[in-house]
């Protein structure tokens, strides 16, 4: 599966970013989706997931904010983020994971959001 995460760019704190992560290569409904970031200096963290039947589980330091979605008919998955803080400033990237798996397997290349205060 290839990813490819866009969306990011610059935006002042309170304001909303939708980034998407488009997939090719394999059968996208068999695959459950995630979303990390990485903070300057920081460790990669992980902000979301859905699978692919839709579930969807969130870190607790975006729930309420952010919402996680896939479209499995344009092989796509979203990430909505809504009332963005300067924390949550970071490269974001999106990975995939074959159904059953406990580790992701593929990961897009990131696309950078910075929030400003």
């Known amino acids: 599966v290839q990813l490819q995460a866009f969306g990011g760019g610059l935006v002042q704190a309170g304001g909303s970013l939708r980034l998407s992560c488009a997939a090719s290569?394999?059968?996208?409904?068999?695959?459950?989706m995630g979303w990390f970031r990485q903070a300057p200096g920081k460790e990669r963290e992980f902000v979301a997931r859905?699978?692919?039947?839709?579930?969807?589980y969130y870190a607790d330091s975006v729930k309420g904010r952010f919402t996680i979605s896939r479209d499995n008919a344009k092989n796509t998955m979203y990430l909505q983020m809504n009332s963005l803080k300067p924390e949550d400033t970071a490269v974001y990237y999106c990975?995939?994971?074959?159904?059953?798996?406990?580790?992701?397997?593929?990961w897009g290349q990131g696309t950078e959001v910075t929030v400003s205060s």
């Open positions: 859905i699978r692919w039947s839709g579930i969807a």
């Open positions: 990975a995939a994971r074959l159904q059953g798996h406990t580790s992701y397997d593929y």
């Open positions: 290569g394999r059968t996208f409904s068999n695959y459950d």
